[in-house]
């Protein structure tokens, strides 16, 4: 089982009863209380009812028993709460422990100017150069600065397959506790330690650093209000009481405030927050705040590379299209001869096609292998006898052909324009002064992203993919993707721009970057996605990083934004409508009896006014942990346009959560009646 196999096969949710009671109990301190007003109130309505129950004891009171009643349940609800958040953290910190194992005991080979000194990884600091050979685990986060090499990663993303990290490239970060297979690395240290991007993320999932994000923050001051509206009323029932005769008690009046404030979102709203960050980190994406996840479910516009994302990212030949008069075997076995040395994927493709197709390709022993030149766009054969063959970009291929006073032939620009057309990178194919034809290379679309993209598009989120290819390829490869819109020929400053336009209209832009040039674009997004085995600029411009460098990802880190923000939307819908319920189900039980006029809207037919209060102070302690599954999981995600998701939010959250305390306080009452 590799190390992501078994962080998703552990639930999380294993933390000892007795551990899960502590933390909770530990979480009743005041400072702990003061971050969530709802469970605030309620604890100290629990302190309240404490010290009745205590007075009602020495004064020898028969309410003291019920009052004691009342006291503890009001206390597990706070405890149910905190436990709720305890266990949220409970599963970050099982995900992130797993990572952070891998550091262990670190030593790093440092280098300074008198030669190498052997440290503890700790010690590192930014700045500092390691020298990595193979076979050693790399010390810190960091940059190759010199060499390259194969490392296995899959200490951090699960994955057992090797992957090529070297200087000077996009590819050329590395994370602590990775292991260098082949060669030797020179690696630049990139923070400091407790920095890392790890460390930040175990920082939030484990609750220290969290700060609320400014959804929670809004709804957390909705929530505060509810709260204090819901105590004026309460209180004002003290003298509307009086006035018409009825005795209340401190005791009932707290508990009916208890139930009527929102203690159900309340209490699970931390969770919420804390469990979106651990799904995230579960995918190996790592946010640098709760902020850069709740963004991904607020997404209007995803900037999207062709290359990695939408595409497979290696072009494979597809075709040899010759020209007229050339024949199809000498142009494959042109093409075929010049690319058996060719490393690239597309030279290897090249050959796999031409074998396919019957060709028997043997290295020629007396030719002189041309690599390819970013100069020239070229590359090919040149042979002891004077014969030159050639493979390259159609233009460059086309003027070296006419240079050595041979013919374009009439019907080239059609092959290479109908190879275009149909989303093919065209490669021509020259034997000296005679061009033979075309190679198609083709990118190859991913399985099932136009399906996704259609998902995207139900949703209200714009897809917009980004290329350096010519608008005629462009054009094809986005019909056949299904994304809404296209730039061909892209650059850094056009991505920049494009972004500043896309947020100058009020929309919120995603998009995701692994190189130095990407860095001005991934901060200027309100999501920028970089990937873990890009450049340092890259990684400290995101607010996300991706472990496992699959550019596919954007994708996931929007539906577990969209997943954290539909769950706690649900939530909060289900809790209010509750509230609802509780104030029709026990306020007229309450005052039946003093006010034989209510007693036609007692329509559960409440054994008592205390049995009713009972009822419901239970009902509303048990549904915080009913619900807590819910809460870490998430909400079931489902690709709909707003408006559809806010019909279904409301016909199952809001009319179940409106019916649901009706038969449950019933059923609850039937029990407590025997007592009470």
């Known amino acids: 089982m590799t190390t992501r196999q078994s962080r998703e096969a552990s639930p999380g949710l294993r933390i000892q009863p007795l551990m899960l009671l502590g933390e909770s109990l530990r979480r009743l301190n005041p400072r702990s209380l003061a971050r969530n007003p709802v469970m605030a109130v309620v604890a100290i309505g629990t302190l309240v009812c404490a010290l009745y129950t205590g007075m009602a004891i020495d004064a020898g009171r028969a309410q003291a028993v019920f009052a004691s009643i009342v006291t503890l349940i009001l206390l597990a609800t706070v405890l149910f709460a905190n436990a709720a958040e305890a266990m949220a953290e409970a599963r970050g910190k099982a995900h992130a422990g797993s990572l952070r194992a891998t550091r262990g005991e670190l030593t790093a080979r440092r280098v300074t100017q008198s030669g190498e000194e052997t440290v503890a990884a700790d010690r590192l600091r930014r700045g500092d150069r390691v020298r990595v050979v193979a076979g050693e685990l790399i ?165 999207l590379d062709k290359t990695g994302t939408i595409t497979l990212g290696d072009r494979r030949a597809t075709e ?34 031409a074998n396919e197709q019957g060709a028997t390709l043997a290295a020629p022993q007396d030719a002189e292998v041309v690599p390819f030149s970013a100069m020239s766009r070229v590359s090919g054969l040149d042979f002891a006898d004077g014969r030159r063959w050639r493979k390259g970009a159609p233009n460059a291929i086309a003027r070296q052909v006419e240079e050595a006073g041979g013919r374009v032939p ?142 596919g990802k954007l994708l996931e880190a929007v539906e577990i934004g969209k997943q954290l923000l539909i769950t706690r939307g649900a939530l909060t819908t289900f809790s209010l409508a509750n509230d609802v319920a509780k104030y029709f189900a026990i306020l007229p039980a309450i005052f039946a009896a003093s006010v034989p006029a209510l007693g036609a809207l007692d329509v559960l037919d409440l054994h008592s006014p205390e049995s009713a209060v009972l009822s419901a102070v239970i009902f509303n302690a048990l549904v915080i942990p009913a619900l807590i599954p819910f809460a870490l999981r998430g909400v079931r995600f489902r690709a709909a346009a707003a408006s559809a998701m806010l019909r279904r939010n409301l016909l199952i959250y809001g009319l179940g959560g409106l019916l649901l305390p009706f038969p449950a306080i019933k059923l609850i009452d039937l029990f407590v009646g025997l007592f009470f």
């Open 410 to 551: 009439a019907d080239f620009e059609t092959l290479v324009e109908r190879i275009s057309r149909h989303g093919a990178t065209p490669l021509a194919v020259a034997e000296g002064n005679v061009l033979l034809g075309v190679i198609a290379l083709s990118d190859v679309i991913k399985s099932g992203i136009a399906e996704r993209f259609q998902q995207l598009r139900e949703m209200g989120v714009k897809t917009v993919m980004i290329t350096g290819d010519n608008p005629i390829t462009a054009a094809a490869i986005a019909a056949e993707a299904g994304v809404d819109d296209y730039i061909a020929e892209a650059t850094p400053e056009r991505k920049l721009e494009l972004i500043r336009e896309e947020q100058a209209a009020g929309r919120l832009v995603a998009m995701m970057g692994d190189g130095t040039n990407d860095a001005p674009a991934l901060a200027q997004a309100d999501l920028g996605l970089a990937m873990n085995s890009g450049t340092q600029a890259a990684r400290e411009a995101a607010n996300m990083v991706d472990l496992d460098s699959d550019p």
């Open 139 to 303: 010390p810190a986060d960091g940059e190759i600065v010199q060499g390259a090499g194969s490392i296995n990663e899959s200490a951090m993303t699960g994955e057992s397959a090797p992957v090529l990290r070297e200087a000077g490239t996009d590819n050329s970060g590395v994370s602590a506790g990775t292991k260098l297979l082949s060669d030797e690395l020179i690696v630049e240290v990139s923070v400091d330690p407790g920095e890392s991007l790890l460390d930040r993320m175990i920082a939030l999932v484990e609750g220290a650093s969290r700060q609320k994000t400014p959804s929670e923050l809004a709804l957390s001051v909705l929530l505060s209000t509810l709260t204090l509206v819901f105590l004026i009323v309460v209180v004002t029932l003290v003298p509307m009481a009086l006035f018409v005769g009825i005795e209340t008690s401190t005791v009932m009046l707290v508990a009916l405030l208890v139930c009527l404030i929102p203690t159900t979102i309340g209490g699970l709203l931390p969770a919420i927050g804390i469990a979106g960050m651990e799904r995230a980190m579960r995918a190996n994406l790592i946010a640098k705040s709760g902020k850069a996840v709740e963004i991904a479910g607020s997404i209007d516009t995803l900037l």
């Open 320 to 353: 040899f299209a010759p020209c007229h008069g050339i024949d199809l075997v000498r142009l494959r076995e042109v093409a075929g001869l010049c690319s058996l040395q060719d490393p690239t994927p597309e030279g290897r493709s090249i050959v796999v096609l």
